[in-house]
């Protein structure tokens, strides 16, 4: 995350527990691969998504500096994920949302809860895995 922002997280960052362990440039980190914090869509997506974009609306103005992209469900991350290659319109984003704006069958933690009744439990649940 972008240092000037840790206020974000931390209410204060001088008395936080947490260690700088590299300082970098997020150009730096363009193309680089993870782990995502849920498997749902891994198997699918490994060889395309799952990888750090850079888009210029991620800014050290707020937030965090860092954003989670989902081009099913927003304009700029649909173009940034489709001008790194990850989708095209042979190879669409998914979408596990229902008409109804309800997480559907494969997201299976929380299929049939409405996307934002989700977010605590989202929320619960990574606090409890680490």
């Not at 840790?6 to 150009?27: H, Q, V």
């Not at 990888?51 to 304009?75: M, R, S, W």
């Amino acid at each position: 995350m972008v240092e000037e922002l840790l206020n974000t997280l931390y209410k204060d960052p001088k008395k936080a527990k947490f260690a700088i362990l590299e300082r970098m440039k997020g150009s730096d980190l363009k193309g680089k691969k993870y782990e995502p914090l849920f498997d749902y869509f891994y198997d699918d997506w490994k060889d395309h998504g799952f990888q750090v974009l850079c888009g210029d609306y991620v800014t050290k103005a707020d937030g965090t500096g860092i954003v989670h992209q989902a081009p099913a469900f927003g304009e700029e991350d649909y173009r940034v994920a489709q001008e790194a290659g990850i989708i095209s319109p042979t190879r669409l984003p998914p979408n596990p949302v229902d008409e109804t704006g309800k997480f559907t069958a494969e997201v299976r933690d929380f299929a049939g809860q409405h996307v934002k009744e989700a977010d605590k439990h989202i929320i619960k649940h990574l606090k409890n895995t680490g």
